[in-house]
């Protein structure tokens, strides 16, 4: 199995600022992936993010919005760019392993 | 690509009653199936799984889920709820070959247990 851990698990932005959340897996593990879930909402895939290349981004979600950073096979960053109260959401953290998917604990954001 | 339709976004149930939170998929492909809780101001955790064989699921907390293939369904029972089953609940597909087990999410019910 893996453990997947976030950091922060919150935070209260003011509007403008950037936010920085990391990732770490105790696992070596080839892809990760960052989701996002809004007050009320599902699960949307934000990016996933391979080793040594660049992040592949979903329809909707852009990298100067939401760069992404790869360092090593157990480590991940996300980062929400010049926040708005929208960008107001839990973001979560996935890796897979064999046939199992792991989250990690999420990260709760708010901005003012 | 893959989608995922929870028909429900709320069902409302008194305790000890029986529930089912319905999920439909689509897809060009083969999948596996899973079923996600979130009680309030936590992670998800894990259900159940389908991912081969006997098309009867059974996950933890004496729920269970049925996969038809024809139907493409995989709908989440509990023949009867407790209080403490109050929570959203997701459906997710994943389609074999997918690397990294990247997962499509539906749009979540959020079942309330009634006393």
């Known amino acids: 199995s893996a453990v997947i851990s976030q950091k922060p698990s919150r935070d209260i932005c003011q509007r403008g600022t950037s936010l920085t959340i990391q990732c770490q897996v105790d696992?070596?593990?080839?892809?990760m992936f960052w989701y996002r879930q809004q007050p009320g909402q599902s699960l949307t895939l934000i990016a996933t993010?391979?080793?040594?290349?660049?992040?592949?981004?979903e329809s909707g979600f852009v990298i100067d919005k939401f760069p992404i950073s790869r360092p090593n096979l157990t480590f991940s960053t996300l980062t929400v760019s010049n926040m708005s109260p929208e960008d107001s959401s839990i973001y979560l953290c996935?890796?897979?392993?064999?046939?199992?998917?792991?989250f990690g604990p999420g990260t709760r954001l708010t901005v003012l | 690509a893959q989608s995922v339709t929870q028909l429900d976004s709320q069902v409302p149930v008194f305790e000890e009653a029986p529930v089912e939170l319905r999920c439909n998929y689509s897809s060009s492909v083969s999948v596996y199936l899973f079923w996600y809780v979130q009680y309030p101001n936590q992670g998800l955790q894990l259900l159940l799984k389908y991912l081969s064989g006997s098309t009867l699921v059974k996950g933890i907390n004496g729920f269970e889920a049925e996969f038809n293939k024809s139907q493409t369904s995989f709908h989440l029972r509990k023949p009867s709820v407790h209080i403490s089953d109050t929570a959203e609940y997701f459906c997710a597909v994943r389609e074999l070959g997918n690397a990294g087990n990247m997962l499509t999410f539906g749009g979540g019910t959020r079942l309330m247990v009634k006393p």
């Open positions: 993010a391979n080793q040594g290349s660049e992040a592949t981004y």
């Open positions: 996935s890796t897979g392993l064999a046939q199992e998917t792991f």
């Open positions: 696992s070596q593990v080839t892809m």
